[in-house]
């Protein structure tokens, strides 16, 4: 997962496939991704698309797509989840905007930016930044 413009810009998700010597890129999320533009399109600013965890080890991956709650998009924040088969993009299970932003927050690093995160998030990721800057 990366960020194009840093923490305002919009995260991406590729996912790649190691096996031996050969590595491969598969379009894990490519299906989903669509799926979530054919409803909640932002040509402005784009969208975020998070990997939240993995799921049966790596056959699955938990994903969300998230568009900006800015003017520029001409709409209210929107968040919705995927359940996705890492092979084949395959989407499997689909999470509400509820569910998506529950996930969001269940994420397992302090250092997850998203418009989920409330200033209660903020302050426990600037708290953790400052543990880990302050150990030798």
């Known amino acids: 997962m990366w960020s194009d413009g840093g923490q305002l810009g919009?995260?991406?998700v590729r996912v790649f496939?190691?096996?031996?010597e050969d590595v491969r890129e598969v379009p894990s999320?490519?299906?989903a991704i669509r799926?979530?533009?054919t409803k909640h399109l932002c040509s402005e600013r784009k969208d975020n698309v998070y990997a939240v965890r993995w799921v049966n080890g790596s056959?699955?991956?938990m994903?969300?797509?998230e568009i900006y709650p800015t003017s520029d998009c001409g709409k209210d924040w929107f968040t919705a989840g995927y359940l996705v088969d890492t092979n084949n993009g395959r989407v499997m299970e689909r999470y509400s905007e509820k569910e998506a932003r529950k996930n969001l927050k269940n994420c397992p690093t302090v250092f997850w930016p998203s418009a989920a995160w409330d200033q209660a998030d903020v302050e426990r990721a600037k708290a953790a930044a400052a543990q880990v800057n302050s150990e030798p």
């Open 10 to 12: 919009a995260y991406h």
């Open 17 to 20: 496939r190691v096996a031996g």
């Open 29 to 31: 999320t490519r299906a």
């Open 35 to 37: 799926e979530f533009h």
């Open 59 to 61: 056959a699955q991956l």
């Open 63 to 65: 994903m969300v797509a």
